[in-house]
């Protein structure tokens, strides 16, 4: 005959069991943990995850590449300077006041002026990367498709056209010199353009990314993460129910002791 039998012991059991998940999710502020807690929501909070970090490293992609445009764009706004102070040496040049002697002061300056932009377009890179080597379309990848930057090849631009050593004695070398300074400037004023452009297209694809992402994360937030309050009274309640069923347990042994008594 069989009188210690414990009806308490199962649901206290099962009450631990809750009671652990509980405290589980109660310290990762998430509602799943596991499969075990939602196999179908687990799965969807996986996608959006992946979505999620595609898009935040496409996001720093484009920033990346608005960086290079900002060094490169700074790099030919330099030369820029530089080919406009050419511009108005070879017009200083032109006075008739001027004797030989100042003629090459001004010839002394201009060679440190179209010293000054060789060495900004040489030594313009980005991460390593040399921006005005040669012709170059430089993409960025923002997850779903690629977005380029154009940079023009620049090496040896200023001695290719002559203005490392402009002939500031003869109306026929200022001319010439002129003529150089325009068809530079042309190209690095497109290339500003272009550069300028693409800012504004990385930019416009970076504020689509942080949109979608923030969608994207709304909705991971709407599964995976846990009702604290809810949670909270969960617990609370399953405190009171564990209370309970060891007192069950507990009267249960006793009424059993004395049923033993009983039959001594």
Known sequence: MKINTNIAAEPLKQNKIDSD??????????????????????????RLTAQANSASQGMRNLYDGMSLAAVAEQTLAGVSEGLSELDSLTVQAGNG????????????????????????????????????????????????????????????AVSGNGL????????????????SIQSLSKT??????????????????????????????????????????SAVSRQVANGIKEQAAVAVSI???ISAEQ???LLA
């Not at 998940?21 to 109660?26: A, G």
């Not at 799943?32 to 179908?40: C, E, F, G, Q, R």
């Not at 923002?142 to 977005?147: A, F």
């Open 164 to 179: 490392d050593a402009i002939d500031f004695n003869t109306e026929a070398g200022r001319s010439a010199a002129q003529n």
């Open 21 to 46: 998940n509980l405290l589980k999710q109660l310290a990762s502020a998430r509602r799943v943990n596991s499969a075990a807690d939602d196999a179908a929501g687990l799965q969807i909070i996986d």
């Open 251 to 253: 009267q249960g042994r």
């Open 97 to 156: 006041a001027l004797t030989d002697a100042d003629r090459a002061a001004i010839a002394e300056q201009a060679a440190q002026i179209s010293k000054s932009m060789q060495q900004q377009i040489d030594n313009s890179s980005f991460a390593g990367v040399k921006l005005f080597a040669e012709d170059k379309q430089i993409a960025f990848s923002s997850g779903d498709t690629l977005l380029n930057l154009n940079t023009p090849g620049l090496a040896g």
């Open 259 to 261: 049923s033993l008594k």
């Open 188 to 229: 690095v004023n497109a290339a500003r353009a272009d550069l300028g452009a693409g800012v504004n297209t990385f930019a416009g694809a970076a504020r689509g990314l942080a949109s979608a992402n923030e969608n994207v994360s709304a909705a991971r937030s709407r599964i995976e993460d846990l009702d604290y309050a």
